[in-house]
T-cell receptor, first 112, second 114 residues
């Protein structure tokens, strides 16, 4: 059974801080790892990492996939209050037709 | 272009009752997946519909069933509700041949079972 574990469960930082969120996974026949941001209800896509694309960056956010350690990190630099959300990590096996296994999420709160 | 829509937004039911949740996929999408997200947890895959048939199923009992209509919209039915069924139910739409990042989530239906 595929498994995704995220840490920490929650995090409180102040604006301007840098945070690192962790995701470790066990999946049969890995295809991709995805990061989502969930502010209220609908998760919104941030990054997808695959064996051929192990590092992604968008503005203050970046993510790296460690294929050897079966893990990924999501970095957020110069945090803002608008970054407050639940961050979800998910894995997709090959031939799974977009079926995702999610971790429990990390709740990030950024204080002014 | 409307994204994924779900109805109702909130729902309160009593143990033992039955509930139907609805999802309209994003325009151009033909595949609908349903997820259950309990409070403080990540979403869990329930099942996926394509061409009006259930194609994949997660580890959920038969009390959870679904349907997909010719216009690609979908329903999730839950029978004999339990307190533990209280959760946010998310619908995600995609194309059958699309990549996973092109899967869009709806705003969810918050179900409370009392």
């Amino acid at each position: 059974e595929d498994k995704v574990v995220q840490s920490p469960l929650s995090l409180v930082v102040h604006e301007g801080d840098t945070v690192t969120l962790n995701c470790s996974y066990e999946v049969t026949n890995f295809r991709s790892l995805l990061w989502y941001k969930q502010e209220k209800k609908a998760p919104t896509f941030l990054f997808m990492l695959t064996s051929s694309g192990i590092e992604k960056k968008s503005g203050r956010l970046s993510s790296i996939l460690d294929k050897k350690e079966l893990s990924s990190i999501l970095n957020i630099t110069a945090t803002q209050t608008g970054d407050s959300a639940i961050y979800l990590c998910a894995v997709e096996p090959n031939n799974a037709g977009n079926m995702l296994t999610f971790g429990g999420g990390t709740r990030l709160m950024v204080k002014p | 272009d409307a994204g994924v829509t779900q109805s109702p937004t909130h729902l309160i039911k009593t143990r033992g009752q039955q509930v139907t949740l609805r999802c309209s996929p994003k325009s151009g999408h033909d595949t609908v997946s349903w997820y259950q997200q309990a409070l403080g947890q990540g979403p869990q895959f329930i099942f996926q519909y394509y061409e009006e048939e259930e194609r994949q199923r997660g580890n959920f009992p038969d009390r959870f069933s679904g349907h997909q209509f010719p216009n690609y919209s979908s329903e999730l039915n839950v029978n004999a509700l339990l307190l533990g069924d209280s959760a946010l139910y998310l619908c995600a739409s995609s194309t059958r041949t699309g990549v996973s990042y092109e899967q869009y989530f709806g705003p969810g239906t918050r179900l409370t079972v009392t």
